[in-house]
């Protein structure tokens, strides 16, 4: 399974992003789909996270400048950014958990459980 990711750059503070992530490959099934962002020197922490029912979670700095969605159909997370503040900065992961078809020894496919991370984007909040 291959994430990619987009819509990461260079904002002022009280800016807007969108990010956009797309997974491509043999999937069966998408049940998470989530950004994390990694600060320099800091370890990497989620930022919100949904799933394909529509349900999200935000981490507490997110909760009302930060918008996730899903589109199903296109296997698509958006992870819509509003009154960003420089300690936004950060490099922005999306991961994706589901289920992928892989065959098994008797030439069959099953579906197997599966996690995978985007390349990154780097989101950067001048004051």
């Known amino acids: 399974v291959q994430l990619v990711e987009s819509g990461g750059g260079l904002v002022e503070a009280g800016g807007s992003l969108r990010l956009s992530c797309t997974a491509s490959?043999?999937?069966?099934?998408?049940?998470?789909m989530g950004w994390y962002r990694q600060a320099p020197g800091e370890q990497r922490e989620v930022v919100a996270v949904i799933t394909s029912g529509g349900k999200p979670t935000y981490i507490d700095s997110a909760k009302g400048r930060f918008t996730i969605s899903i589109d199903n159909a296109k296997n698509t997370v958006f992870l819509q950014m509003n009154s960003l503040k420089p300690e936004d900065t950060g490099v922005y992961y999306c991961?994706?958990?589901?289920?992928?078809?892989?065959?098994?020894?008797?030439?069959?496919?099953?579906?197997?459980?599966?996690?995978?991370w985007g390349q990154g984007t780097q989101v950067t909040v001048s004051s």
């Open positions: 490959g043999n999937i069966y099934r998408i049940n998470v």
């Open positions: 991961k994706v958990e589901g289920e992928k078809l892989t065959s098994d020894d008797y030439g069959g496919i099953l579906p197997t459980n599966f996690g995978s």
